[in-house]
Structure formats: structure tokens, C-alpha cells
């Protein structure tokens, strides 16, 4: 985005100063830095919601492609048995 060097915030700063003088200053200071924090607050909740809905999302896709363990169970417990083995070839 855009960058803002130490010599534009001490010159945002001296603006801010002469126009609303040092009585109102620090109250506006501590406003904007109420305002900055809930707004960083608010942004870390909606990124932990985001994160925790795609992981429930992941995790119902990976459910859904593997059968539960009672039905994987069943059908090898009723898997056909070996083939019988061949018989000897005559003259042998």
C-alpha cells in the first residue's frame, strides 16, 4: 500500500497541533487509539471465525469422502473366501 516515513508523521503531527491546539491534542490521540484498537480487535475475531469455519468445512468434506467404521467393518467381515488353489496338471 502506501508508506508513511517519520518525517511525514512528525509533519501530520505539528499539523494536528496547530489546528487543534494542545488541549484537544491528546484527547483526539487517545480516541484514534481507542478507535484503532477495536477496529484491530474486530479484525483478529472475523480472521479466528474464517479460520474456524474452514477447518469445520475441511473436516465435513473428510467425513463424507470416508465411510464410517461400522460400514467398512461389515463388508470385509463378508468378503468371499481365497480362490482354491489349482489342481496339480496331469502327468505331473
Known amino acids: 500500500m502506501f508508506e508513511v516515513g517519520f ?5 501530520i503531527l505539528g499539523i494536528a497541533l496547530l ?4 488541549e484537544k491534542l491528546p484527547k483526539l490521540a487517545n480516541q484514534v487509539g481507542r ?11 472475523l480472521r479466528e471465525q474464517l479460520d474456524q469455519e474452514v477447518r469445520l468445512d475441511e473436516t ?3 467425513s463424507a469422502r470416508t465411510p464410517p467404521v461400522a460400514e467398512s467393518a461389515a463388508p470385509a467381515a ?3 473366501e481365497a ?10
Not at 7 to 11: A, D, K, M, S
Not at 19 to 22: A, E, F, Y
Request: no cysteine; charged share 30%.
Open 35 to 45: 478507535w484503532l484498537g477495536r477496529a484491530r480487535a474486530m479484525a483478529r475475531q
Open 19 to 22: 489546528v487543534l491546539g494542545p
Open 78 to 80: 463378508e468378503a468371499p
Open 7 to 11: 518525517t511525514e508523521i512528525i509533519l
Open 60 to 62: 465435513e468434506r473428510r
Open 83 to 92: 480362490a482354491p488353489e489349482k489342481p496339480p496338471a496331469p502327468g505331473s
